[in-house]
């Protein structure tokens, strides 16, 4: 029996035997959406790290430069569709054998492909919010104000890049134009967490009930080097559960793993 055959039975052992999983999902499981990861196989940047908080908070050039390439990037990535990985996970629940599901990921493919029980831990891109007022609007509303704002950029085409951010290098910033709150005029920014911003108590109590109510962890397409989904592996361990890793290369929990299945998400999922 090949490699590959034996970690897919084993893999299928694993969740005939734990009927209520506790999922974790990575930028491992969009990739076949067509969504860039971050890290490579072991576990390091492949890229600059993603922006922070206190930079977008921080000038006017910041925030031009981070809309300028969500403008541009986008025009895809509001438009990507749920892939393998997503339906399998989405057909697990429907047969009652995901107690919940935490995502690290922003693109809202999880719902998309049918999962209800989800916690979207780093929030959603398909919606911004203003940082003064709260007030809440949609993603492509807002892409229409970017795009009204800066006819011509676009015209502009650039790499994708993770999170529907683009690869613009060498352009000026200083001319593109973000639109204010249209409630107060204040500072808009997509209704994710960026690093250096903390997740929402709620998320992070929902997640912990849903730990607590499982019998195993399947973390799917996830190294664990950021600490807001780690903390449930490493809470999972202390407890003694049984936790299943499908990911290429290193994870930071590799040592408090029952299983490791280093194949693509779509592949090992879609398998079962």
């Given at each position: 029996m090949d490699t590959r055959v034996s970690d897919l039975a084993a893999l299928r052992g694993f969740i005939d035997r734990h009927p209520r999983l506790f999922v974790l999902t990575g930028a491992g499981v969009s990739t076949d959406s067509g969504i860039p990861d971050y890290r490579d196989t072991e576990g390091e940047w492949k890229r600059k790290p993603p922006m922070t908080l206190q930079t977008f908070m921080g000038g006017d050039l910041a925030r031009a430069r981070y809309w300028a390439r969500s403008m541009v990037g986008w025009r895809r990535f509001g438009h990507v569709q749920p892939n393998a990985s997503h339906r399998a996970l989405a057909r697990l629940e429907s047969r009652g054998r995901v107690a919940l599901l935490v995502t690290q990921n922003v693109d809202g493919l999880h719902e998309a492909a049918g999962s209800r029980e989800v916690v979207d831990l780093h929030g959603r891109l398909d919606q911004v919010r203003c940082m003064a007022c709260d007030w809440r609007g949609g993603r492509h509303a807002w892409q229409e104000a970017l795009q009204d704002g800066n006819p011509d950029w676009t015209l502009l085409d650039a790499t994708d890049a993770p999170d529907g951010d683009a690869d613009l290098d060498g352009e000026d910033f200083t001319r593109f134009r973000v639109p204010p709150c249209p409630n107060c005029g204040g500072i808009v920014k997509p209704d994710v967490v960026f690093f250096g911003e903390t997740v929402p108590r709620a998320r992070v109590d929902?997640?912990?009930?849903?730990?607590?109510?499982?019998?195993a962890v399947l973390v799917a397409g996830s190294s664990l080097m950021v600490y807001?989904?780690?903390?449930f592996v490493t809470a999972a361990a202390r407890n003694g559960m049984p936790i299943a890793a499908i990911n290429l290369g290193r994870t930071r929990a590799?040592?408090?793993?029952?299983?490791?299945?280093?194949?693509?998400?779509?592949?090992?999922l879609d398998a079962l």
């Amino acid at each position: 029996m090949d490699t590959r055959v034996s970690d897919l039975a084993a893999l299928r052992g694993f969740i005939d035997r734990h009927p209520r999983l506790f999922v974790l999902t990575g930028a491992g499981v969009s990739t076949d959406s067509g969504i860039p990861d971050y890290r490579d196989t072991e576990g390091e940047w492949k890229r600059k790290p993603p922006m922070t908080l206190q930079t977008f908070m921080g000038g006017d050039l910041a925030r031009a430069r981070y809309w300028a390439r969500s403008m541009v990037g986008w025009r895809r990535f509001g438009h990507v569709q749920p892939n393998a990985s997503h339906r399998a996970l989405a057909r697990l629940e429907s047969r009652g054998r995901v107690a919940l599901l935490v995502t690290q990921n922003v693109d809202g493919l999880h719902e998309a492909a049918g999962s209800r029980e989800v916690v979207d831990l780093h929030g959603r891109l398909d919606q911004v919010r203003c940082m003064a007022c709260d007030w809440r609007g949609g993603r492509h509303a807002w892409q229409e104000a970017l795009q009204d704002g800066n006819p011509d950029w676009t015209l502009l085409d650039a790499t994708d890049a993770p999170d529907g951010d683009a690869d613009l290098d060498g352009e000026d910033f200083t001319r593109f134009r973000v639109p204010p709150c249209p409630n107060c005029g204040g500072i808009v920014k997509p209704d994710v967490v960026f690093f250096g911003e903390t997740v929402p108590r709620a998320r992070v109590d929902r997640a912990n009930a849903g730990l607590m109510g499982a019998d195993a962890v399947l973390v799917a397409g996830s190294s664990l080097m950021v600490y807001s989904g780690y903390r449930f592996v490493t809470a999972a361990a202390r407890n003694g559960m049984p936790i299943a890793a499908i990911n290429l290369g290193r994870t930071r929990a590799d040592s408090m793993l029952t299983l490791k299945v280093e194949l693509p998400c779509a592949v090992a999922l879609d398998a079962l």
